[in-house]
């Protein structure tokens, strides 16, 4: 992910002929270096120990010690993760029988004047991944629910879930990493319009979670966010700062290729993504130290 290397097969490439990387895993210059599958083989072994959740929070617990992360105001939101699934992939649960398809391999399908929903059609190739949008007049792509709890002080990534993309997914992630902040002391966390909903704001104040989200007047019932929270001055500050998150999505999506995923199911894609995070945090880190000097 530091280095953008889309997948293992290339790793082992890099690693076959560049001295950082074997300089890094502790193999000498002529030293052999082993099968790609080995990844492979070793993934559920560390998906059972639940390493990535662990390797972030011992990142974010060195990140605090260093006086880098606020532990009063935080930021939340989520973003769309493609699947690595086609579009073709997504059938109905009970297929009818059919003529043959003219291509086995690739057939040839007319989605026109279809009905194509989740309750009705699943993914051959990943059936936990949902067809989702990013809003009115954009198309729809089978996807996972990507969330993100920043703080605001640096922008450091406090805590990563990734769902089902079943539309209240971002709230849903939302409270369950602000759960873990819940009861200690109060705090504040900011966030869009989507989450200016009635559910949301309440169980926030049950958590003693101050909720600093955009007001959303158009809603239904208009905004669960009244004069009490907006007349604080730290309201302002915390709509100005949320915006910070969208830094980390870029770079998940970008240097991290967490844009196209290429792991199947919410157990892996959530284990990959929350490595993403720690090494966006560990990037992030270091240029802190960079800007700000030890003396």
């Known amino acids: 992910m530091l280095y953008?290397?889309?997948?293992?097969?290339?790793?082992?490439?890099?690693?076959?002929?560049?001295?950082?990387?074997?300089w890094f895993v502790g193999l000498n210059a002529d030293d052999e270096v082993w099968d790609a599958t080995s990844f492979s083989k070793n993934r559920d072994r560390l998906l059972q120990a639940d390493v990535a959740k662990e390797f972030l929070a011992q990142v974010v617990a060195q990140a605090s010690a260093q006086g880098l992360t606020?532990?009063?105001?935080?930021?939340?939101?989520?973003?769309?993760?493609?699947?690595?699934?086609?579009?073709?992939?997504?059938?109905?649960?009970e297929k009818k029988p059919g003529p043959p398809p003219d291509d086995p391999g690739n057939p040839t399908v007319d989605f026109h004047g279809e009905q194509r929903s989740n309750d009705s059609r699943e993914s051959k190739t990943d059936p936990e991944a949902q067809l989702a949008r990013k809003g009115p007049g954009k198309e729809s792509k089978l996807s996972y629910s990507g969330n993100l709890l920043v703080e605001n002080r640096n922008g450091l990534i406090v805590a990563a879930e990734v769902f089902q993309a079943n539309g209240t997914a971002e709230r849903d992630a939302a409270l369950v990493m602000l759960e873990k902040l819940a009861g200690t002391h109060p705090v504040t966390v900011g966030g869009d319009k989507g989450f200016d909903t009635q559910g949301f704001v309440a169980e926030c104040r049950n958590m003693w979670v101050t909720p600093h989200v955009a007001q959303n007047h158009k809603r239904p019932g208009g905004s669960a966010i009244d004069r009490r929270t907006t007349r604080h001055p730290g309201y302002a500050v915390s709509q100005r700062k949320r915006k910070r998150?969208?830094?980390?999505?870029?770079?998940?999506?970008?240097?991290?290729?967490?844009?196209?995923?290429?792991?199947?199911?919410?157990?892996?894609?959530?284990?990959?993504?929350?490595?993403?995070?720690?090494?966006?945090?560990?990037?992030?880190?270091?240029?802190?130290a960079a800007a700000v000097p030890v003396v």
Not at 71 to 89: Q, R
């Open 70 to 93: 606020s532990d009063e105001h935080f930021t939340v939101d989520g973003t769309l993760l493609e699947a690595w699934a086609g579009a073709k992939s997504f059938q109905a649960k």
């Open 4 to 22: 953008t290397i889309r997948s293992e097969r290339l790793l082992m490439e890099e690693m076959d002929y560049n001295l950082l990387f074997r």
């Open 245 to 288: 998150i969208e830094e980390c999505f870029g770079w998940l999506k970008t240097i991290a290729l967490m844009r196209k995923l290429r792991h199947r199911g919410v157990c892996k894609v959530d284990w990959i993504f929350t490595f993403a995070c720690a090494a966006y945090n560990l990037v992030r880190m270091r240029n802190l």
